[in-house]
């Protein structure tokens, strides 16, 4: 079975410091995708990145990173010079891609707070 | 806005009651998916339409039903609810046509069982 754990729940940095969430994800599957999603506090999930099992290339976007890691089983996302907008819970995902369907398992979610 | 509506936003009822959630997808996706977040099970699969057809079931409860209609659109229907079921539920959709695309989510319906 599959499944995702971030291991940190609660995260809390001053502005403009940078900041690392962590997710480690188990699955048996060869071909798999991994997702972060960010929920401010108006409740709403945005989708930010889908990565595929196979490419293990580090994307960066703006002040957003993601160091894929199929070695350790990693997905971690680094915020860059954090702003008071960043403060959401973040959720990592993972969905093995199967003829019976491509539902999302989440892990527990870090909450991120952003003091000015 | 992802594109994918949800309605009512909020929803309070009573232990016993009967409800029904209802998600329109973005324009041209044929997958819907269903989610409930409460804070002992987090964010958990219940259940997965495509194109009129259940595809996939999660953790869904046997008092919960879905459905998907020929418009696409679908609805959750929640029965005989109990204070467990408070909860916040997200319809997402997704243009899966055999290659894998992201999964987009609605605002959400936050259910409250008094």
């Known amino acids: 079975a599959q499944k995702v754990t971030q291991a940190q729940t609660e995260i809390s940095v001053v502005e403009k410091e940078d900041v690392t969430l962590d997710c480690v994800y188990e699955t048996r599957d060869t071909t798999y995708y991994l997702f972060w999603y960010k929920q401010p506090p108006s409740g709403e999930l945005v989708f930010l990145i889908r990565?595929?099992?196979?490419?293990?290339q580090n994307e960066i976007s703006g002040r957003y990173s993601w160091n894929f890691q199929k070695s350790t089983s990693s997905f971690n996302f680094t915020i860059t010079a954090s702003q008071v907008v960043d403060s959401a819970v973040y959720f990592c995902?993972?969905?093995?891609?199967?003829?019976?369907?491509?539902?999302?398992?989440f892990g527990g979610g870090t909450r991120l707070m952003v003091k000015p | 806005d992802s594109g994918v509506t949800q309605t009512p936003k909020h929803l309070i009822t009573a232990t016993g009651q009967r409800v029904t959630l209802r998600c329109s997808p973005r324009s041209g996706d044929l997958s819907v998916y269903w989610y409930q977040q409460s804070l002992d099970q987090g964010l958990q699969f219940l259940i997965q339409?495509?194109?009129?057809?259940?595809?996939a079931k999660g953790n869904i409860l046997e008092r919960f039903s879905a459905q998907q209609f020929p418009d696409l659109h679908s609805e959750l229907n929640l029965s005989s609810l109990e204070l467990g079921d408070s909860a916040l539920y997200f319809c997402a959709s997704s243009a899966y046509r055999g290659t894998y695309n992201e999964q987009f989510f609605g605002p959400g319906t936050r259910l409250t069982v008094l």
């Open positions: 995902a993972l969905s093995e891609d199967t003829l019976a369907g491509n539902m999302l398992t």
């Open positions: 339409y495509y194109n009129g057809e259940e595809r």
């Open positions: 990565r595929n099992s196979f490419d293990e």
